[in-house]
């Protein structure tokens, strides 16, 4: 494979928020460019804790879909796609904890992914293609939870995926979406039939990479990881459990990635705090015998609650960035340095041996939700940012600077 093929599947990757297998931190470092965003409030009414990016009406601007609204570019004129509720910041939740953008029964319109409570109901809304009136709404699954569920493409086909738990049967699960042109429902695959391990409907930390390095993407928790079948996740016997090696992985945590970080050849552990202060890698090892262990090493302990942590290239230099931010409000202040000032950051990753990551402040008066969405907004090339929680929805477009 050449370089510039295989830096455009890593481009791709990075941008949805994928997770990278082994050997890709080997690529040449690219001059990074000086990195700056513009903040762009669309509301500041608590409309959903997520929010996601996409051309709703097909006139070729990327609009901003989030909870029960979607904002119409370039003005961010908002539109109702399904009834409205009134939230409040300070003692209730809202109907929406994650939003994504895809089109799910590949009718060429964008639709919108919504995540309710945990445990509730997963929805899809069809993208009514340009007519009026509310979206129609599909149910993906009955009972979806874990609090960092990740649209990801699990088999390989090209098309995203749910990954997530079944808090109602008790079992970790993954929904492939529709294949077939028209199709609306998700087919449902089971990883897990053991109730005791990561089933609970508020269950924190879940992501999918290449662990042991044999190929095949595994599925991680902070408990420990299910190793990737050999037939693949979509053929595997539904009655039987993947393989799962326990380990500690740290406490609860947001959305989890794997990646070789210090370029030994052994993929590693981002994660990051939900409600307390703390964000790390865990470094994979081998002890004498060859068996898998793990070190964890602190990036960052200044903020709490990064209920949400995007992987993404922000300043073009080919290395993958976090970027992160306090969930505003999380439990009502009832969590450590719920008060403190609700930032947003993006961590620039220097990889090495000794993997750095040096923090850029972003903002410091609106932080991301349950997840946080970085795309490119306006066809400029450069990521854009945009985070939807309990202090309302906003974009931070990044600016080229000279």
């Known amino acids: 494979m050449n370089y510039k093929k295989r830096f455009s ?16 931190l080997a690529q040449k470092t690219k001059k990074a460019r000086n990195v700056a965003f513009t903040k762009t409030e669309l509301t500041k009414t608590f409309i959903a804790e997520g929010a996601a990016m996409g051309d709703v009406n097909k006139d070729g601007k990327k609009d901003i879909l989030s909870g029960a609204f979607w904002f119409e570019a370039p003005d961010w004129t908002p ?63 009955s009972s979806v939870g874990n609090e960092s569920p990740m649209l990801i493409d ?62 095949r993407k595994d599925v991680v928790v902070k408990e420990g990881w299910w190793e990737g079948p050999a037939g693949g996740p979509a053929n595997f016997d539904k009655n039987k459990d993947w393989t799962f090696h326990k380990a500690n992985l740290g406490p609860d945590c947001s959305q989890m990635y794997v990646m070789d970080l210090n370029a030994d050849g052994l993929n590693d552990v981002i994660s990051a705090s939900a409600h307390n202060y703390g964000m790390w890698w865990h470094e994979q090892g081998k002890d004498a015998q060859g068996n898998i262990t793990w070190t964890q090493h602190e990036i960052d302990k200044s903020f709490s609650q990064s209920h949400g942590l995007a992987l993404a290239d922000v300043n073009g230099d080919g290395h993958p960035d976090l970027v992160t931010g306090k969930r505003y409000w999380a439990h009502h202040g009832k969590d450590p340095g719920e008060r403190e000032p609700a930032v947003l950051y993006w961590f620039e990753y220097k990889p090495g041996k000794t ?5 850029h402040e972003i903002d410091n008066d609106s932080g991301v939700g349950l997840h946080v969405t970085v795309e490119d907004l306006n066809k400029d090339g450069l990521p854009d940012i945009v985070t939807g929680n309990k202090k309302g929805v906003r974009i931070f477009t990044q600016q080229k600077v000279k």
């Open 154 to 215: 699990m088999d390989g086909d090209g098309r995203l995926d749910l990954l997530c738990n079944d808090p109602t049967a008790k079992k970790v699960i993954w929904l492939k979406s529709p294949v077939k042109k028209g199709e609306t429902a998700w087919t449902h695959y089971v990883i897990s039939n053991d109730p005791n391990q990561s089933t609970h409907m508020y269950t924190h930390g879940i992501g999918y990479g290449d662990i042991n390095g044999d190929g």
């Open 355 to 359: 993997p750095t990551w040096i923090k």
């Open 79 to 141: 539109h109702e796609l399904a009834k409205p509720e009134k939230f409040n910041y300070d003692g209730s939740y809202s109907d929406s904890f994650l939003d994504f953008a895809m089109d799910v029964n590949q009718d060429g319109w964008v639709d919108l992914v919504r995540i309710d409570w945990p445990g509730k109901a997963a929805t899809w809304h069809e993208n009514p293609k340009n007519k009026p009136g509310h979206w129609t709404k599909h149910i993906i699954h």
């Open 9 to 24: 599947i890593v481009s791709v990757c990075i941008a949805w928020g994928l997770l990278l297998p082994m050997g890709l």
